[in-house]
């Protein structure tokens, strides 16, 4: 019955807005779990995997703008960590 006069959904959305409040505003333990797009290195806009205009990265679980992401379509993360493993790697005898 909520389902159909949207009492649910109304629920929902202001459970969700609390959350979103306390990660981004409220709590300084969450809100620095943000990232920061490495792609545009825009150091004013902090970013969480939960915003509609991100992407994740499916490797390593790093986040992007969207719009950022799919002009690069590179994951700077994973390309640093490729380049460790070859430097990490020894040399065959």
């Known amino acids: 019955m909520e389902i159909h006069s949207g009492k649910l959904l109304d629920e929902l959305k202001n ?3 609390k959350f979103e409040d306390h990660i981004i505003k409220n709590c300084q333990l969450c809100s620095g779990k943000g990232y920061r797009c490495e792609l545009c ?3 004013d806009d902090v970013i ?3 915003f509609s205009t991100v992407n ?3 490797e390593c679980s790093w986040v992007y703008h969207k719009t950022c ?3 690069y379509l590179v994951c700077r993360k994973c390309q640093r960590n490729k380049k460790k493993q070859l430097e990490t790697v020894p ?3």
């Open 56 to 58: 994740v990265c499916s």
């Open 91 to 93: 040399p065959e005898s």
């Open 15 to 17: 459970i969700a807005s």
């Open 48 to 50: 969480f995997p939960f």
């Open 41 to 43: 290195d825009d150091k």
């Open 69 to 71: 992401w799919l002009r």
